[in-house]
């Protein structure tokens, strides 16, 4: 996170505040995991919460995954938070917690969030961590207004997230595909008379109109977007799309739209496209739910499966730095 974006917490009503901002959207019957590196925030994790009968299943499953990430970002300190009620998130927290220390990670705090009140698990000072909780109100927080003011969003829940990059429906999607089926007619009459070469230099300049229309604020039309949809799927093209793809956030803008009004069947590239722009900007919990509608589309789609096995590694978006290149070309 740049100084710029960078948030000031000094506080657990300031972190339990700037969660939210961290993840994209407010976690509900979720754990949170924070891990810092050094005083700063260095990655933050969202699981649901287990049955409470089940809590040691559910970490067997979800904690080798965690604490791989966590190594990968060289925490040295986490942050664990429940929201919840206490009898769902006790167990969790419970659970979890020596796990961390086991696997030699410190333990700075773990906290319950229940009702605007948060409780810690490990602080016994009344003063400071009364045993009824302790009050607050992320609205009228300076931090919230700071998120605000240095760029940050936030959605109700995860769900808005997902619902944010839905196919559309109604007439739109009538439009797109009328304009999707003759952008396929299109496609194969251009390959019996071009052939393969023809094919992608289209695909290059159809890309390249599309970042230069997004640059400027403009979208694609339908004829335009089902277009590009229809030739996507072809590697070389989809690579040209990748390579001109950052973190710009006009990019994350470009390829959420493409997602959202592709034909649902042709969303894996522009999906996991969306995934990548996100994951280079910073957009986590969007990454996850840009590959979970990549895979939808195409459960075996191997950009989106490189994507989501990053993700979950919780590897930095560093190590795609400078993909794709000619080997990659030959496995993706």
Same mark, same amino acid.
């Given at each position: 996170?740049?100084?710029?974006?960078? $948030?000031?917490?000094?506080?657990? =009503?300031? +972190? *339990?505040?700037?969660?939210?901002?961290?993840?994209?959207?407010?976690?509900?019957?979720?754990?949170? +995991?924070?891990?810092?590196?050094?005083?700063?925030?260095?990655?933050?994790?969202?699981?649901?919460?287990?049955?409470?009968?089940?809590?040691?299943?559910?970490?067997?499953?979800?904690?080798?995954?965690? +604490?791989?990430?966590?190594?990968h970002?060289?925490?040295?300190?986490?942050?664990? *938070?429940?929201?919840?009620p206490?009898?769902?998130?006790?167990?969790?927290?419970?659970?979890?917690?020596?796990?961390?220390?086991?696997?030699?990670?410190?333990?700075?705090? =773990?906290?319950?969030?229940?009702?605007?009140?948060?409780?810690?698990? +490990?602080?016994?000072?009344?003063?400071?961590?009364?045993?009824?909780?302790?009050?607050f109100?992320?609205?009228?927080?300076?931090?919230? $207004?700071?998120?605000?003011?240095?760029?940050?969003t936030?959605?109700?829940?995860?769900?808005?997230?997902v619902?944010?990059?839905?196919?559309?429906?109604?007439?739109?999607?009538?439009?797109?595909?009328?304009?999707?089926?003759?952008?396929?007619a299109?496609?194969?009459?251009? =390959?019996?008379?071009?052939?393969?070469?023809?094919? *992608?230099?289209?695909?290059?300049?159809?890309?390249?109109?599309?970042?230069?229309?997004?640059?400027?604020?403009?979208?694609?039309?339908?004829?335009?977007l089902? /277009?590009?949809?229809?030739?996507?799927?072809i590697t070389?093209?989809?690579?040209? =799309? /990748?390579?001109?793809?950052?973190?710009?956030? /006009?990019?994350?803008?470009? /390829?959420?739209? *493409?997602?959202?009004?592709?034909?649902?069947?042709?969303?894996?590239?522009?999906?996991?496209?969306?995934?990548?722009?996100a994951?280079?900007?910073?957009?986590?919990?969007?990454?996850?739910?840009?590959?979970?509608?990549?895979?939808?589309?195409?459960?075996?789609?191997?950009?989106?499966?490189?994507?989501?096995?990053?993700?979950?590694?919780?590897?930095?978006?560093?190590?795609?730095?400078?993909?794709?290149?000619?080997?990659?070309?030959?496995? $993706?």
């Amino acid at each position: 996170m740049s100084d710029k974006h960078r $948030l000031p917490i000094t506080s657990p =009503a300031d +972190l *339990i505040t700037a969660v939210p901002y961290l993840l994209g959207f407010h976690p509900t019957d979720s754990l949170v +995991l924070i891990g810092l590196t050094g005083p700063t925030v260095a990655v933050a994790s969202r699981t649901d919460l287990p049955n409470p009968a089940d809590a040691v299943d559910w970490a067997d499953e979800v904690m080798p995954q965690q +604490l791989r990430m966590l190594h990968h970002a060289d925490v040295t300190a986490t942050i664990v *938070i429940g929201y919840g009620p206490a009898t769902q998130v006790t167990p969790a927290v419970d659970t979890v917690t020596p796990r961390l220390h086991t696997a030699g990670f410190d333990v700075f705090d =773990a906290l319950r969030v229940t009702d605007r009140r948060y409780f810690s698990y +490990l602080c016994q000072n009344p003063t400071c961590c009364p045993i009824d909780g302790m009050p607050f109100d992320p609205d009228r927080s300076d931090l919230a $207004l700071h998120a605000i003011v240095a760029g940050h969003t936030t959605l109700p829940d995860r769900q808005a997230l997902v619902a944010s990059i839905a196919p559309i429906d109604g007439p739109a999607r009538a439009a797109v595909t009328r304009a999707t089926y003759q952008a396929r007619a299109r496609r194969r009459a251009l =390959a019996a008379q071009g052939g393969h070469g023809a094919l *992608i230099r289209a695909g290059e300049a159809i890309v390249r109109e599309t970042f230069t229309r997004y640059a400027n604020d403009q979208v694609l039309t339908d004829d335009e977007l089902a /277009w590009l949809t229809v030739l996507l799927p072809i590697t070389a093209i989809r690579d040209a =799309a /990748w390579r001109a793809t950052d973190s710009q956030p /006009w990019h994350v803008a470009l /390829w959420s739209d *493409i997602t959202r009004r592709a034909q649902p069947d042709l969303a894996a590239p522009p999906a996991s496209l969306l995934a990548f722009a996100a994951w280079r900007s910073g957009a986590g919990a969007l990454a996850s739910v840009a590959v979970e509608r990549a895979l939808q589309a195409n459960p075996t789609y191997s950009l989106a499966q490189l994507i989501d096995r990053m993700l979950r590694e919780g590897l930095p978006p560093s190590v795609l730095d400078g993909w794709p290149d000619q080997s990659m070309r030959t496995t $993706l």
